[in-house]
């Protein structure tokens, strides 16, 4: 499963934690918008640019989106938007929202493989490589792939998340023998943590309840994280889980996220052949 909708997530998550965009709370489109304002083909690059000119509280972000659809349509037409992205001129800003167009249209950037793998140079600064590491992680080519999967051992942190970000919606098999190493390294950040509960391709999921149990406790990731860790630990947990789920059922300050822990729990337990209620019986069933 292409997770793309919690790739676009991953952007967000990617540019806040490079402290250039605040305050993005607005659901993002996860597939290109099909209503709205017709497009002129010959000038979205230039009603494009005007969006982005705006403050971004002001952004239409899906009239955005369209522009770049209908520049995918033109040969080389993206070429302006990569160009920015590797442009130290360009601002921090333009760049979220060329990122934030090209994360949902992301199978049009095939093309364009070879300018991408320009945005990872080593000799680009922080942020141009942050932002190429997302945009080349788009793509599905094994080369593609093995470029971002490098970058995991990248000595910019900010390069090494983005790449972990995107490897771990969309390219699952390329990160999921690193994910437990990253989770333990003291630098790793929360915004991480958090994209990669809330971004994690299905198949991976079983794989790796320990960080779902590390975060269904941990009150200083969201909300959602620790929801998704107690729904995930009530449908796929084991016995060796209850503990985690006892603590957010009991002091969880999300009412929503307390009652599915409770939930959980319940299930958690049938499958373990413990009796509701029992939790001397749950923590036998651990040793």
């Known amino acids: 499963m292409k997770n793309t909708a919690w790739c676009v997530h991953g952007v967000v998550v990617m540019v806040m934690a490079l402290g250039v965009l605040q305050g993005c709370e607005a659901p993002l489109p996860a597939t290109p918008p099909t209503n709205g304002v017709p497009v002129d083909t010959a000038n979205a690059w230039a009603e494009w640019q005007a969006i982005a000119a705006k403050d971004q509280q002001e952004w239409d972000l899906e009239q955005a989106i369209r522009l770049a659809s209908a520049m995918a349509e033109r040969p080389s037409g993206l070429r302006p938007m990569l160009l920015a992205v590797g442009d130290e001129k360009v601002s921090p800003q333009t760049k979220v929202l060329v990122v934030l167009c090209l994360t949902p249209i992301k199978d049009v950037l095939a093309p364009y493989e070879a300018m991408l793998t320009e945005l990872i140079d080593p000799t680009k600064g922080s942020g141009v490589r942050t932002f190429g590491a997302h945009l080349l992680g788009l793509l599905e080519s094994p080369e593609a792939v093995a470029q971002v999967t490098g970058l995991l051992d990248d000595p910019d942190r900010s390069v090494r998340e983005s790449a972990?970000?995107?490897?771990?919606?969309?390219?699952?098999?390329?990160?999921?023998?690193?994910?437990?190493?990253?989770?333990?390294?003291?630098?790793?950040?929360?915004?991480?943590?958090?994209?990669?509960?809330?971004?994690?391709?299905?198949?991976?999921?079983?794989?790796?309840?320990?960080?779902?149990?590390?975060?269904?406790?941990?009150?200083?990731?969201?909300?959602?994280?620790?929801?998704?860790?107690?729904?995930?630990?009530?449908?796929?947990?084991?016995?060796?889980?209850?503990?985690?789920?006892?603590?957010?059922?009991?002091?969880?300050?999300?009412?929503?996220?307390?009652?599915?822990?409770?939930?959980?729990?319940?299930?958690?337990?049938?499958?373990?052949?413990?009796?509701?209620?029992?939790?001397?019986?749950?923590?036998n069933s651990e040793q």
Not at 248 to 261: F, G, L, M, S, W
């Open 164 to 283: 972990l970000g995107v490897l771990v919606a969309l390219h699952g098999d390329a990160v999921t023998a690193r994910l437990d190493e990253f989770w333990a390294r003291p630098d790793t950040t929360l915004a991480i943590r958090e994209q990669v509960i809330l971004g994690m391709a299905p198949e991976l999921v079983e794989q790796h309840l320990a960080l779902f149990a590390d975060t269904v406790v941990n009150l200083e990731v969201s909300a959602a994280a620790r929801y998704k860790s107690a729904t995930v630990l009530g449908q796929a947990g084991n016995a060796s889980h209850s503990t985690a789920m006892e603590r957010c059922a009991a002091h969880d300050p999300d009412p929503y996220v307390q009652e599915r822990a409770e939930n959980g729990l319940a299930l958690l337990r049938a499958r373990a052949g413990v009796p509701a209620g029992d939790p001397a019986a749950a923590t």
